[in-house]
Each structure stands twice: as structure tokens, then as C-alpha cells.
């Protein structure tokens, strides 16, 4: 998988959000606020094609978390991710 083009985050009056930018995301138009966690994988996924099991890895690595847990979270998102636009397999 891999972020698609057009898609930035963002520190917003202390939040992190993902905005659409550029003429392809022209009607994209969610805002999507991330909390620290979320940002910290994010910024991960933008180091090029990722998968779940390397967004666990780092989230196990960076954060003190069980394997379980994180994969439930990453897959979450993931899914989340994919539901909106931002990310293509």
C-alpha cells in the first residue's frame, strides 16, 4: 500500500488533520483529525509502500504497546484510510 498523491498532514491549531491538496484532490473534501498515535503512522506510511505488518512494527517499536493490540489498531485505520480515499493497495 501507499499514501496517494495529494494528501498532506497538517498541524492545525494544534491538531493534525489530513487535507486534500492539488488539482487531483480537488473534491476531496473531509478533514480528518489524527491524534499523536495516528500521526506517528501517517508519517510512517509516507516513507513509501508500507504494509500492516511494517506499520506494526514501528508502532510496537516507538510505543510501548502489545503486538495484538497494535495490529487491531493499524488495521482500523488502515481500513479507515482506505474507506476515504487516501491510501491505494
Request: proline share 0%; charged share 30%; aromatic share 8%.
Amino acid at each position: 500500500m501507499r499514501q496517494k498523491k495529494g494528501f498532506v498532514m497538517r498541524n492545525v491549531c494544534g491538531d493534525n488533520v489530513i487535507v486534500g491538496e492539488g488539482i487531483e484532490q480537488i473534491n476531496f473534501n473531509k478533514l480528518l483529525t489524527l491524534n499523536d498515535t495516528a500521526a506517528f503512522l501517517w508519517e510512517e506510511a509516507g516513507k513509501g509502500d508500507f504494509t500492516v505488518e511494517s506499520l506494526v512494527e514501528a508502532l510496537t517499536q516507538q510505543y510501548d504497546v502489545d503486538h495484538d493490540i497494535a495490529t487491531a489498531d493499524v488495521k482500523r485505520l488502515i481500513d479507515k484510510w482506505l474507506d476515504m480515499g487516501l491510501i491505494e493497495n
